[in-house]
């Protein structure tokens, strides 16, 4: 029998031991095709999902390739029914290929007129088709090209899109890097983009995501509408473009609340997008506005429906996903695979943090017990409102404190999701609160004076949670959050894991009352943690080392 | 037949008395006695029943020619090797069908009763129509028929011979059958009926038995498998199935299902079974009745009923994987269950058969499966054969003994040998050869521990909780991690789940913290992950914090000191006093009791309701509603009036009685002794063969006895058919109270 590293389990995942000599090697040959969904000290799960080798179809692995993968590395011999389901499934993609043909525009074609028959009878698709051009093709509006992805999808046969996209409008970027350059993997996803089209970079916080688009512009050499979740990203992208690009200030437009510009190269937010007066989307113009040669969506995990459906009719134009994560809590990853496009670069945040681009972390849970007239009211509590009185018990106040004088000298985050809580914490320590009523102009103020060391704490609220860049971040303290979301934790630990300076340990606490729904909570999201290979550690607020007075 | 039995040598006898094992039991006395018994109909039906189509085809060819003989034999059949139906003819004779008179070989008796239609032949016309026409006339007229009637024919030439003509059949039908009875090429028995006599058939066959003779066993094909596939898959099979079979006794040793009246488990409980374990509702119910039928499971008979792993099940999880499974194999393999038949509708019932219940005992189950197993056995080795032609070879094989769904049966055979690792994707495995082999069950272990995973001894703990075994787990520490782990992922590893429910789970049953953290470290090579250890003992912490119990009585007082002068009052320690609190004692006596002792002890006590009100006796005495009593009985004297009607009474029934005795002097016929089944059969048999009439007394379906005059034609299977008043009647034999010759 081979010793092998993997293990598969009837319930389509792979056990992969770490320890094993050839588990780098398992690893690099099952990568394309799992989903890695747990990465903890000596085993890591990954699983096979239809996504998943769909993605590997995309990228060009075959059932071969991923059944060999299978029986080379595996420890015991793999239940027969996976790998013929592996290969059933497998052979589902590309059967339906759509194409540009000459005379009648997008055309959908099939290597297997049975299924062509089985979807064209469905009742979601009829409409989408046109007219019936031979045995094998079928005409399909170019404004149907997103839907029918997504319907071919769901239905379990999904299309390779070689339709080819607009070159847009050519506008010259390059990359500036007089003093700096791409790093290795940073290349590759840029490469693996490129090569596929379309699709989504996956990739941790803090690991560049904004350089992976830079240089995805650099290759598309078109103008650019890249889609960011608030205003306050806008004018990061903004400044790393102007930094790291041949971009000048003029070419770069902002489109969101407070300003419309648009230029070749225009961020917008998803908020102005989804805006609507009277029912109807008021900015839409702007996808039109201009010729786009590219996409950019950054975080796509946090996608907004109404983006989804824009998207559907943008299927002409390349796209680039930008997430750390696939996981949405909405459960619309295959809405992401059939309308930005297949996975096409993934890399372990173990990974980029042994390759030193990350800081290692430190994370703790600290316990407090709630003194005994909250408990009591903590059990005649409504249960809408446990959360928040456990979450926001006072006791938990000098624990923070404690936390911020062991950790003096070090920029500092509190993190927190009630703003009274936050209000009193601020004031009790001292410090600027930052929440969604802050104006951006006094945010940016508070961001750079926090980056330049001239306040070493805010207290923030969950307009923290996304693309804010805190460079010196290196201690950050949860006291409460949105009921254990595994995504927002992954944003919460991206704050503290950017590189620092000087190699420093990231800290990354997380305040929990003992025995009530918080500490449940923060069960879900420290197993999150976890899974990613952070070792986690729970402390009782009394054993906090008292730092010297 | 006596003389040639007495004839045969010791070893033609040896190999009937094993081909035909009824004929060894009880021992007959003598070789005669043997001989009367192997020619019984019982015996003969059981022998025919196990030919497989080669033997029947020619012993049904044996039945049309005039002399048995290799050469008409196979021209009867349409064969030339004249070689093959010699052996198979010997072989006839040596399970006794034929047996060697001086004329030749002839055939037993009663083989014609037992095959009435052989080879899809009808009656003799001869009875009807006087001799028929030679063979070469009856086909030159069939050539001329119209086509309707050509088309009767021709689905009546080779078997069954018999047709009914539907209601309403189209006239061109009604026409061609009409055509073909005036040319008297069919006997039409009623008006809607057909029956192509054997003399036709026989001609339109060109003297041929069968239209397609099979000497030869059918050879399936299939995929062929190498060894290292087939018992790597086998093996895999059955490390998920030891681990599942775990799971099931783990399951329902901690909530044991209800058995229901009817015997079986409820289809709810079944389905819980099935997510729990998280396969499907058929494998779950072959798991339940595979644990069951290797006595690992049981009705634990307790007044509630309820399913639960038996001790046998505590010895066997201690075994090594192989030894398991053997025994798991062995018991399959005997059962007379079918799992297959759960969920699906009882034959002629209405609902669904339940799993464990008594209507998944099937008794052909056992010998369908050894024989698919068998066919499966004699393939090629490593060749998985497709399922359509291992059916094609069972009807080869047993012709007459297949029950109408064979396909289901072989599928649900193939479905449960894979999961059993009898069969590895499809073809046979070593250890399922063994298993085939009813080898030991040492070596049966043996075949199979090859190939089933090296036990692992040690788990790897990781800090989200989670442990997972690189293999399978050794006895007992598998019993440990299922009892404070859940199962997340099985297969050729086990991925557990710490959860504070598992954890609580483990508390519960008596380890203490230490234990299950010692547990763990000496299962693992690494520190147990200080996450783990905090929730063990975070769980731990709040164990048995609160604690529940029941007593009969408590007494409670403000004043500790009368509470102690109670505990230490010698005169009460019958009601066994126990402080739980400074100020209140319990006691497992009734409460009146222990206020009684406390009032005869000088105490002055207050009886308190539930819900602490103060008990005030109402009044002095004590008072009790009646019972009812039932009233006594009277007798009522005789009275004229009564005895009156008695008289009346009696008159009439005695002119009846003198009324019958008239009737039945005036009635034709012998008066009729109530005769004994045999006697009756004998009258009936002898009249039927010589024609006669009988008197028979009939019970009719209201219980009155009739009498009848009856023409019986034959007797068979508890029935006598024939005439009786011009019309056709069948009486059962057991309601003829007698009968007597005209």
């Known amino acids: ?132 051009l031979d045995d094998d093709r079928v005409a399909v509006h170019p404004s149907e090209r997103g839907h029918l992805k997504q319907e071919l999808l769901k239905v379990g046969w999904p299309a390779e899109d070689e339709a080819g996209y607009v070159d847009g409008e050519a506008h010259a970027i390059s990359l500036d890097s007089s003093d700096w350059s791409l790093r290795p993997y940073q290349q590759q996803a840029v490469d693996g983009f490129w090569h596929g089209g379309s699709g989504v970079v996956v990739l941790p916080c803090g690991a560049g995501k904004t350089l992976v688009g830079a240089g995805a512009m650099a290759k598309a050499q078109a103008t650019t509408l890249i889609l960011v979740t608030n205003t306050v990203s806008a004018r990061q992208w903004r400044d790393e473009l102007l930094r790291r690009t041949t971009l000048t200030d003029d070419e770069i437009g902002e489109y969101s609340g407070a300003r419309k510009e648009i230029r070749p190269v225009t961020i917008a937010t998803y908020q102005v997008l989804t805006t609507r007066r009277k029912g109807a989307y008021t900015h839409l113009d702007l996808l039109d506005a201009r010729d786009w040669g590219l996409i950019l969506y950054d975080e796509v995990h946090l996608l907004p429906a109404p983006i989804f459906r824009m998207t559907a009719d943008l299927q002409a134009r390349r796209r680039l996903g930008l997430t750390a994560t ?94 009274d809580q936050l209000d009193e914490l601020a004031e009790r320590l ?47 303290i949860q006291v409460s959050g949105t009921f254990g979301s595994r995504q927002e934790e992954a944003q919460r630990l991206g704050r503290v894991l950017r590189p620092k300076g000087d190699g420093r340990t990231a800290h990354f606490y997380t305040v929990v009352a003992r025995d009530t729904v918080d500490a449940e909570f923060a069960a879900h999201r420290q197993r999150f943690l976890a899974e990613q290979g952070y070792a986690y550690r729970i402390v009782d607020a009394g054993d906090l080392p008292t730092p010297a007075a | 037949m006596a003389d040639d039995v007495r004839d045969r040598s010791d070893g033609d006898l040896h190999e009937l008395l094993r081909r035909r094992q009824d004929l060894a039991r009880p021992a007959p006395a003598d070789l005669s006695a043997l001989a009367a018994r192997a020619s019984t109909r019982a015996s003969v039906q059981r022998a025919v029943d196990n030919l497989d189509l080669a033997h029947l085809q020619v012993l049904e060819a044996a039945m049309l020619v005039s002399t048995i003989d290799p050469e008409s034999v196979a021209a009867s059949l349409g064969v030339t090797s004249t070689a093959t139906v010699r052996v198979l003819l010997q072989d006839l004779w040596t399970v006794a069908l034929l047996w060697r008179g001086a004329e030749g070989l002839r055939l037993v008796r009663t083989v014609a009763e037992v095959l009435p239609q052989a080879a899809g032949l009808g009656p003799s016309a001869r009875e009807q129509y006087g001799a028929l026409s030679p063979p070469e006339e009856l086909v030159a007229l069939a050539q001329t028929a119209p086509p309707p009637a050509r088309a009767i024919l021709d689905r009546l030439t080779w078997g069954p011979p018999s047709a009914v003509l539907p209601m309403g059949a189209p006239d061109r039908v009604a026409e061609g059958a009409r055509w073909l009875a005036e040319h ?415 009032r005869e002890n000088g105490f002055a006590p207050v009886a308190e309701t539930p819900d602490g009100g103060v008990v005030i006796p109402s009044s002095a005495g004590h008072r009790t509603p009646l019972q009812r009593r039932s009233a006594p009985v009277t007798a009522h004297a005789v009275d004229d009036e009564l005895v009156s009607t008695l008289v009346v009474a009696l008159r009439a029934g005695e002119e009846a009685a003198a009324f019958q005795r008239e009737e039945r002097a005036s009635r034709q016929g012998p008066s009729l002794p109530s005769t004994d089944p045999t006697t009756t059969l004998a009258v009936l048999r002898e009249a039927a063969a010589d024609r006669q009439a009988v008197w028979v007394g009939y019970s009719d379906a209201d219980g009155q006895v009739r009498r009848l005059l009856f023409h019986p034609h034959r007797v068979e299977g508890g029935r006598v058919h024939g005439t009786a008043e011009g019309s056709p009647r069948t009486l059962s034999i057991h309601r003829v109270t007698g009968a007597a010759p005209d």
Not at chain 1, 73 to 88: K, N, Q, T
Not at chain 1, 450 to 467: D, H, P, Q, W
Not at chain 2, 411 to 426: D, F, K, M, Q
Request: hydrophobic residues 40%.
């Open chain 1, 1 to 132: 029998m081979p010793d092998g590293p993997l293990i598969v389990q009837s319930d389509k995942t792979l056990l992969l031991e770490v320890d094993h000599p050839r588990a780098e090697e398992a690893r690099r040959a099952i990568a394309p095709f799992a989903e890695l969904e747990r990465a903890p000290e000596h085993i890591h799960t990954y699983r096979v999902t239809p996504l998943g080798l769909w993605n590997a179809r995309a990228a060009g692995h075959d059932a071969e390739q991923v059944v060999n993968a299978l029986i080379t590395f595996s420890r015991y011999a793999v239940p027969h029914a996976l790998l013929v389901d592996v290969a059933e499934t497998m052979d589902r993609y590309g059967r339906l290929t759509l194409e540009k043909d000459p005379d009648h525009g997008l055309v959908l074609r099939t290597t297997d007129r049975p299924v062509l028959e089985e979807v064209l009878r469905h009742k979601k698709i009829k409409p989408l088709v046109g007219a019936r």
């Open chain 1, 326 to 419: 696939l996981v949405r809590e909405d459960g619309r990853e295959a809405d992401v695979f059939s309308l930005i496009g297949p996975k096409r670069y993934d890399a372990p945040w173990k990974d980029i943090e042994a390759q030193g681009y990350i800081a290692p972390a430190d994370c703790v849970e600290v316990r407090v017990t709630l003194p005994d007239p909250d408990r009591l009211a903590y059990a005649v509590a409504e249960p809408e409102d446990r959360y928040r009185l456990a979450s926001c018990s006072p006791v938990k106040v000098p624990v923070v404190e404690q936390l911020v004088r062991q950790h003096r000298g070090e920029p500092t985050l509190v993190i927190g999701q009630y703003l």
């Open chain 1, 430 to 476: 001292g410090a600027d609160v930052i929440t969604g009523e802050t104006p951006v102009s006094q945010r940016q103020k508070l961001f750079q004076a926090f980056r330049v060391g001239e306040i070493g704490l805010l207290v923030v609220s969950k307009v923290a949670n996304f693309s804010i860049d805190l460079p010196e971040a290196s201690v950050a």
């Open chain 2, 184 to 598: 008297q090429l069919v006997l039409t028995p009623s008006a809607d009926r057909l029956v192509l006599p054997r003399e036709v058939a026989l001609a339109l066959r060109g003297g041929r038995s069968h239209a397609q003779p099979a000497l030869d066993p059918p050879r399936p094909s299939g995929t062929q498998r190498t060894a290292q596939d087939v018992d790597g898959a086998a093996g895999q099979q059955v490390t998920d199935l030891l681990s599942l079979v775990d799971d099931v006794a783990t399951e329902w040793g901690l909530r044991p299902p209800r058995v229901l009246r009817s015997g079986g488990l409820a289809v709810r409980d079944l389905k819980r079974l099935a997510s729990a374990l998280d396969v499907d509702v058929v494998r779950a119910a072959f798991l339940a009745e595979l644990t069951y039928a290797a006595g690992l499971l049981a009705d634990d008979g307790s007044l509630d009923a309820a399913w639960a792993p038996t001790p046998a099940y505590d010895e066997w999880q201690k075994q090594p994987g192989d030894r398991r499974w053997a025994v798991l194999a062995r018991s399959w393999l005997l059962t007379t269950r079918a799992p297959h038949l759960v969920g699906t509708t009882p034959p002629g019932g209405a609902g669904t058969i339940n799993a464990l219940g008594p209507q998944a005992h099937w008794p052909p189950a056992r010998g369908l499966r050894r024989d698919v197993l068998d066919q499966l056995d004699q393939v090629p080795s490593w060749l998985a054969p497709e399922a359509g032609q291992l059916c094609e070879a069972l009807r080869w094989r047993r012709p007459r003994r297949l029950p109408g769904n064979l396909d289901e049966v072989v599928a649900a055979v193939l479905r449960e040998s894979e999961w059993l690792g009898v069969t590895g994707r499809g073809a046979i495995s070593s250890a399922g050869r063994a298993l085939l082999a009813d080898q030991d069950e040492a070596r049966l272990a043996a075949a199979m521990q090859p190939h089933l995973p090296e036990p692992v001894k040690h788990v790897l703990l990781q800090a989200d909780l989670t442990a997972v075994a690189p293999g399978p787990l050794a006895g007992g520490l598998s019993t440990f991690m299922r009892l404070v782990a859940d199962i997340e992922s099985r297969g050729g590893a086990t991925v557990y789940r710490f959860t504070t429910d598992s954890v609580r789970r483990g508390l519960d049953a008596g380890w203490s913290v230490d234990q299950v953290l010692g547990a763990l470290e000496d299962a693992s090579h690494t520190p147990v992950p200080q996450p783990l250890e905090y929730l063990v003992r975070d769980v731990a912490r709040r164990h048995g914090q609160t604690r529940v119990g029941a007593m009969r009585a408590y007494v409670r007082c403000d004043d500790e000191t009368t509470l102690g002068a109670m505990l230490a009052e010698r005169e009460l320690s019958p009601l066994q006093l126990r402080r739980i609190a400074a100020t209140v004692l319990v006691s497992p006596v009734a409460a009146e009791t222990v206020v009684e002792f406390l």
